[in-house]
T-cell receptor, first 115, second 113 residues
């Protein structure tokens, strides 16, 4: 049962354009969402997060949008750069229950930014 | 490097041997998490520990797997009597608190011959 879904396995964009990476979730208990970037043979690197009390969070070139009613979030990267080429994981967790802070990950999407 | 340190980076074991994976969290972090990634899959939660305590082990296989985070020293993920299906990348993460982002190490790639 995949509670966090990244349905597109790959995305290719031109340098300078916008990259939009999508993520859907099924568990309505999730209230905190994170995006990680991963290069081959390295661990995931935290990029940006959003709490369910917000619908948008921005950090430099990265913006995450959350649509709770649709159980959907997206990561926008603008402008895209060749160094952004990597696998991007969407992850979710439940904070309001207290003890459990485990992350549930999607399968990832491979972003390629063409020069 | 003040990040999460995992060793070894690569570990090769024969079926039936034991594998020990180590993780030193970031300085100031007292929460440690272990995840496993199979090929073409996302990371799957295994266990969440604080110093000397297992908080959540709901993702750990019931047999052969154990984890600890002693008062002194790194966290250890131990796999006894390894089988081919244990081949995967094992990632450790740490955080300052439950609501803080988890920061990951570069993982240990375990290969079972």
């Amino acid at each position: 049962d995949q509670q966090v879904k990244q349905n597109s396995p790959s995305l290719s964009v031109q340098e300078g354009r916008i990259s939009i990476l999508n993520c859907d979730y099924t568990n309505s208990m999730f209230d905190y969402f994170l995006w990680y970037k991963k290069y081959p043979a390295e661990g995931p690197t935290f990029l940006i997060s959003i709490s369910s009390i917000k619908d948008k969070n921005e950090d430099g070139r990265f913006t995450v949008f959350l649509n709770k009613s649709a159980k959907h979030l997206s990561l926008h990267i603008v402008p895209s750069q060749p160094g952004d080429s990597a696998v991007y994981f969407c992850a979710a967790m439940t904070l309001n229950t207290g003890a459990n802070s485990k992350l549930t990950f999607g399968k990832g999407i491979t972003l390629s930014v063409r020069p | 490097n003040a990040g999460v340190m995992q060793n070894p980076r690569h570990l090769v074991r024969r079926r039936g041997q034991e594998a020990r994976l180590r993780c030193s969290p970031m300085k100031g972090h007292s929460h440690v998490y272990w995840y496993r990634q199979l090929p073409e899959e996302g990371l799957k939660f295994m266990v969440y520990l604080q110093k000397e305590n297992i908080i959540d082990e709901s993702g750990m296989p019931k047999e052969r797997f154990s984890a600890e985070f002693p008062k002194e020293g790194p966290s250890i993920l131990r796999i006894q009597q390894v089988v081919r299906g244990d081949s995967a990348a094992y990632f450790c993460a740490s955080s300052q608190g439950q609501s803080q982002p988890q920061h990951f190490g570069d993982g240990t790639r375990l290969s079972i011959l």
